[in-house]
């Protein structure tokens, strides 16, 4: 499959004098993965057309294959969240659009299974996804993008805990070697304080069949997590790569 991919990629660089990369992308593969194959194309396409025409086609091809990869490892574990929502019967998720949760976003907001809200606002986010819970009785997901939008979970997501809403609360961020860095917009998002959510779940990159498993194997326990016991807020990380 992505031998396939970096084939395609390479056709349309040189498709690139000629027509918008974004409509022969959407028209050739799965809407799901098109903006993010986009977004790599113009990225690597900000260089003059020249800089490619100096390269070997094998030169190309490693500089594609680590863009591409990369994305891959991020996408996966993000399909693997959204199968685990459908199979413990998590309906509702509240949507914080950004730039890091782009295929989440995308890959709910036309799925029938779910039922989208779109609230812009993190703090309010968390407040609206603990009136759906108290309205229907029903298990919540959030979803947000990086940098400092799980700050803004904090305060709802500690009346969360305080009111045991089972919560799950997905996040992104940076790899680990990001942190305390300082990078730009890099901090630790796994230091969320103790009453504000009742267990912190990290997804490692994905690069093989056991980093893959150990992905299945945390979401699932974080999603069994939100009802053990007493009922609360859980956080559901997801590493994504810079």
Not at 149 to 162: H, V
Not at 195 to 221: G, H, W, Y
Request: net charge negative.
């Amino acid at each position: 499959m992505k031998q396939k991919f970096i084939n395609l990629l390479l056709w349309l660089l040189k498709k690139l004098k000629y027509e918008p990369a974004d409509s022969l992308i959407s028209s050739t593969i799965n809407p799901y993965i098109a903006p993010v194959v986009v977004r790599e194309v113009k990225l690597r396409a900000t260089f003059s057309h020249s800089y490619y025409e100096k390269l070997e086609e094998e030169e190309i091809k490693n500089i594609l294959v680590e863009g591409i990869s990369q994305q891959f490892e991020s996408l996966c574990k993000e399909r693997i969240v959204i199968s685990l929502l459908k199979e413990y019967n998590i309906h509702h998720i509240v949507l914080n659009p950004g730039g890091t949760n782009i295929p989440i976003v995308q890959a709910v907001q036309d799925d029938s299974y779910f039922h989208c809200y779109s609230v812009p606002d993190e703090r309010s986010a968390m407040y609206f996804a603990i009136g759906i819970y108290l309205q229907t009785g029903e298990l919540v997901a959030v979803s947000c993008t990086s940098a400092q939008a799980t700050r803004n979970y904090i305060p709802g997501l500690t009346e969360a805990f305080y009111k045991h809403a089972p919560i799950l609360a997905i996040t992104t961020s940076k790899l680990e070697r990001f942190q305390y860095q300082d990078y730009m917009q890099a901090p630790d998002q796994m230091s969320l304080p103790v009453d504000s959510v009742k267990r912190s779940f990290d997804l490692p990159p994905v690069t093989d069949d056991n980093t893959r498993m150990q992905c299945i194997n945390s979401a699932r326990e974080a999603m069994l997590e939100l009802t053990h016991r007493n009922p609360g807020p859980i956080q559901l990380n997801i590493r994504i790569v810079d």
